[in-house]
Structure formats: structure tokens, C-alpha cells
């Protein structure tokens, strides 16, 4: 539960729009991923939060999100 003028902090690999399943060494069975683009996260995140700040990091091939969000004030 967070408070109204509470702060979230969430991070995701994404970049591109896709899901499905995922074969690693590491893991024996297939895993679920679903990615977003920067865009459709900042889309679904912003209809319930205030975005404060949005930044990526390229690591490896790999795309990284990172949001800082507040809860808003009740209407």
C-alpha cells in the first residue's frame, strides 16, 4: 500500500514490445518474459502514478528501464 506523495521505484529490462517463452542453460524449464518499449511503460505506468523521473542503461544487448514514480493525491 502506498500513501498519497509516496514514492515507487521500479526497474525492468524491456525496450521492445514482446513476451513469450525464454530457454536459458540456466534454468531447466522455459520462463515467461513480457517486455515493453519505453513508451508503453511510461503509457502504463504514468495512468496511475506521476513519472518524477525515467532513465535507461544498454548492458549487453539488454535494455534497462528505471522509473522513479509518486502516488498521486486523491480527486
Known sequence: VLVPG?????????GADR???????SHPEPR??????D?????????CFRVLSFTTVE???RHFQSFVLEKPEPT
Open 32 to 37: 515467461f518474459f513480457a517486455f515493453r518499449s
Open 6 to 14: 509516496g514514492l515507487l521505484y521500479v526497474v525492468t529490462w524491456g
Open 59 to 61: 548492458d549487453g544487448g
Open 39 to 47: 513508451e508503453h511503460m511510461r503509457q502504463l505506468l504514468a495512468a
Open 19 to 25: 513476451e513469450g517463452l525464454v530457454s536459458e542453460a
